[in-house]
């Protein structure tokens, strides 16, 4: 699809452009006389669009196949051993038609991690799960570590990484940074969040001359990065970190912000200020800088929230389905923010404008299920058996 074949967007057109992407670039195939391989994918894009399970969508469209036949093809393809073809396919389609601004000049990047809470019983070594600070009442999750960038309002994902048991954080951020470095992206800054502020990355960044800003946590009651928030004005100084367990030391450029609540223009709660701490990373920046340019990471991490509304659920024991329902959310908000890039641009003086309610995620994946209802149908009714006990 291109922007000059249309300039209406239909429910067909956005189901066809979704299913078209998966399928040029995932090698998922389904040759049964009641089940094929469209089928698979629309079923995957019904079970991401309602939030659901394979179950649930099944059950609901009428002329769908049946929910244990997708299962059998899905667990027949999705193995562990094929998880790194699968990321390498999926990198491919999540780069696939990105637009050409995004090549005009160096952009900022930030890199993060996002969990998906497990509660089954599989071993670590049959369910590749991965420990994590406890949250949603378990400390196991899975996890995809993914490269992120924003342009004009846009956010887009060009990478993404399966985060294993042993993989380590510095090697989650080499493999991330070189899938930029093949798209020929150039990198003006790294923004990474708390969890990347171990004394292994910053030495990795400094080494390589990437230039980063990365947040830090503040720990400690008296001395550590707690002791550099005193006074009553942000300011720039040296702090030496300490891995005790290790034994590793590094001493690195800290931005102290000293910064408020907004309660003032709330105006619910006394307005407070409160600390946020900084590593530089071959950068040179004021504190207002810093501050300033962190912000924006914020934007970059609603398409996490983003990836929540179209992310499927399921019990499955198949690591490697987890994985694919992660990556297809992010996949397919991609997908959206393309499309809204073709469909909702304004003319305007200048630059032009997007306008962005005009088709907001709730629609896209609403979009997909009216097109996947008026293809299979869907249940409108039910009968009773018996007539009902008064």
Known sequence: MHE?????????????ESRLTLAEHLALEANGYKCTTADLWNVLLGVAADQG????????LVAAPDAETIRTYLNEQLCVEQLPHLETLLNQALVAKLPAALWRRPQDV???FHDRPYYGKSTQEAGLWVRGQAKAGTTRFYRIATAYLVVNGLRFTLGLRFVLPEASTVATVQHLLQQVHDLKLKLHRLLLDRGFAGIEVQNYLAEHQIPALIACPIRGKRGG????????????????????????????????????TTAKRTKRLRRRASWQVFILIHLDMT??????????????????????????????????????????????????VRLR?????RPRRGRRL????????ARFAKF??????????CVHQITAVVPPRL
Not at 354 to 361: G, I, R, T
Not at 370 to 377: I, K, T
């Open 4 to 16: 000059q074949d249309t300039l209406t967007l239909t429910d067909e057109q956005v189901l066809h």
């Open 53 to 60: 399970t394979i179950e649930s969508v099944c059950a609901d």
């Open 110 to 112: 930030a890199i993060d």
């Open 225 to 260: 990065t707690r002791a550099l928030c005193v006074g009553h004005r942000s300011y720039r100084t040296q702090h030496t970190f300490t891995n005790h367990q290790t034994g590793q030391a590094r001493t690195a450029d800290v931005v102290i912000c000293r910064v408020f």
């Open 287 to 336: 504190p207002r800088q810093v501050r300033r340019v962190y912000r924006r990471r914020f934007g970059i991490e609603t398409s996490y929230r983003c990836s929540h509304k179209v992310r499927g659920w399921t019990t499955s024991p198949n690591p490697a389905y987890r994985f694919l329902l992660m990556a297809l959310s992010v996949l397919l908000v991609n997908i959206w």
């Open 341 to 345: 890039w073709w469909f909702t641009q």
């Open 354 to 361: 997007l306008d962005v309610k005009a088709f907001e995620l």
């Open 368 to 377: 997909l299920r009216r097109a996947l209802e008026q293809q299979y149908g």
